[in-house]
Antibody
C-alpha cells in the first residue's frame, strides 16, 4: 500500500538549516506531483511547496512565507522527496507533512505521511 | 495565514446533521477551482473526505457530503457519530497565489 515516511525534524536555532526527507513506497513515485504541508502546534494547515512530476518538468512552487529560503526536490530513482530549509525562523516551527497530490484533481492530497516536527528556538 | 474562512467550531448531538462552511474569493473557489475536504483526528495526519466538491473516496461513509456555490462550499455530516469528533479543513487552489490554500479549520464536537 501507499506509504510516506518523513524524517529529519529536530530542534534547530533561528537562522539554522535543516533538510527534511520523505521516503515513499507502494506507488510509481515519478508519476505524481508531491507537496509539503505544515501545521504549527494547535493551528491549521499551511501549504509550503509542491513539485510537479517529471512529465511536467519537475516544476517547483512555494508559499510566499518560505520563498527564497526553502527548496523542494525529488529523487525519482530513490522515490524520495526532500525539503531543504535555510534561514529558519521561529514561525517555521510546525509539524511538516509530506503528501501525494492526486492525479484526479492535481490539487487534493490523497496520501499523507505521519509528519515530522521542526522546532526553531534558541 | 489561511485564505479560506471556516467557523472555528460546530457541535451537534449524535444523529443530528451539522454543516461546515468554507468561504473563499474570486481567485480560488469563485474562480472555479474545486474544493476538497479533510478530516484530522487528534494526533494524526489529515485524511481526504471529499474531493472535487462532492466526491467521496472509497471507504468514506455517505454521511459525509459536499457542495459548492459561488465563492463558498459546504461540508455536511448527517447522522453525527462520536467518531466524527475531529478537525475539518477545506482546501482549494488559488490562482493569484499559484498554490494550494486551506481553510482555517473547524472543530466538530459531538455533544
Amino acid at each position: 500500500q501507499v506509504q510516506l515516511v518523513e524524517s529529519g525534524g529536530r530542534l534547530v536555532k533561528p537562522g539554522g538549516s535543516l533538510r527534511l526527507s520523505c521516503a515513499t513506497s507502494g506507488f510509481t513515485f515519478s508519476d505524481y506531483f508531491m507537496t509539503w504541508i505544515r501545521q504549527p502546534p494547535g493551528r491549521g494547515l499551511e501549504w509550503v511547496s509542491h513539485i510537479t512530476n517529471s512529465a511536467a518538468g519537475s516544476r517547483q512552487n512555494y508559499a510566499d512565507s518560505v520563498k527564497g529560503r526553502f527548496t523542494i526536490s525529488r529523487d525519482n530513482a530513490k522515490t524520495s522527496l526532500h525539503l531543504q530549509m535555510n534561514s529558519l525562523r521561529a514561525e517555521d516551527t510546525a509539524v511538516y507533512f509530506c503528501a501525494r497530490v492526486s492525479r484526479i484533481s492535481l490539487v487534493h492530497l490523497d496520501s499523507w505521511g505521519q509528519g515530522t516536527l521542526v522546532t526553531v528556538s534558541s | 495565514q489561511s485564505v479560506l474562512t471556516q467557523p472555528p467550531s460546530v457541535s451537534g448531538a449524535p444523529g443530528q446533521r451539522v454543516t461546515i462552511s468554507c468561504t473563499g474569493s474570486t481567485s480560488n473557489i469563485g474562480a472555479g477551482h474545486a474544493v476538497h475536504w479533510y478530516q484530522q483526528l487528534p494526533g494524526t495526519a489529515p485524511k481526504v473526505l471529499i474531493y472535487g466538491n462532492m466526491n467521496r473516496p472509497s471507504g468514506v461513509p455517505d454521511r459525509f457530503s459536499g457542495s459548492k456555490s459561488g465563492t463558498s462550499a459546504s461540508l455536511a455530516i448527517t447522522g453525527l457519530q462520536a467518531e466524527d469528533e475531529a478537525d475539518y479543513f477545506c482546501q482549494s487552489y488559488d490562482t493569484s497565489l499559484s498554490g494550494y490554500v486551506f481553510g482555517t479549520g473547524t472543530k466538530v464536537t459531538v455533544l
